[in-house]
C-alpha cells in the first residue's frame, strides 16, 4: 500500500506562487510514476502533472511554463511548483501514484491517492 499526504495549499493573489509537496510511505518512488490532479466545485478532476518513474515529465498544456513538477528520492517526495497562479485554478489538489499507468494523464489509471491540498487564487 502507498500513502500520500499533500501539503502546501493555501491562499495566495493571482500571479503569486505555491509549491506543493506530496510525501509517500510504503513504497519508494522511484518505482512509482506519480502526478498532480485538481478537481474545483462542479468541475471534473483534471490532469495538471506527472513524473514518470524514470522521470520523464508531462504537463496540461494550461500550465506548461508555468508549473513544475519534480521529485526527491531521497525524501520520497514529489514536488509541484506552481507559479503565476491564476484564480481559475483555484481547487483542491490531488497527489497520485501508480506502479503502471497504461495512459498517464488519466486519473482512473492511477491506483493511490492523496486527501488533497486546497489552492485557493484570489483576483
Known amino acids: 500500500q502507498v500513502q500520500l499526504v499533500e501539503s502546501g495549499g493555501g491562499l495566495v493573489q493571482a500571479g503569486g506562487s505555491l509549491r506543493l509537496s506530496c510525501a509517500a510511505s510504503?513504497?519508494?518512488?522511484?518505482?512509482?510514476?506519480m502526478g498532480w490532479f485538481r478537481q474545483a466545485p462542479g468541475k471534473e478532476r483534471e490532469f495538471v502533472a506527472v513524473?514518470?518513474?524514470?522521470?520523464?515529465?508531462y504537463y496540461a498544456n494550461s500550465v506548461k511554463c508555468r508549473f513544475t513538477i519534480s521529485r526527491d528520492n531521497a525524501k520520497n517526495t514529489v514536488y509541484l511548483q506552481m507559479n503565476s497562479l491564476r484564480p481559475d485554478e483555484t481547487a483542491v489538489y490531488y497527489c497520485?501514484?501508480?506502479?503502471?499507468?497504461?495512459?498517464?494523464?488519466?486519473?482512473?489509471?492511477?491506483?493511490?491517492w492523496g486527501q488533497g491540498t486546497q489552492v485557493t487564487v484570489s483576483s
Open positions: 510504503g513504497r519508494t518512488i522511484s518505482s512509482l510514476h
Open positions: 513524473i514518470s518513474r524514470v522521470s520523464s515529465t
Open positions: 497520485a501514484a501508480s506502479e503502471t499507468v497504461p495512459v498517464i494523464t488519466t486519473a482512473k489509471y492511477f491506483a493511490y
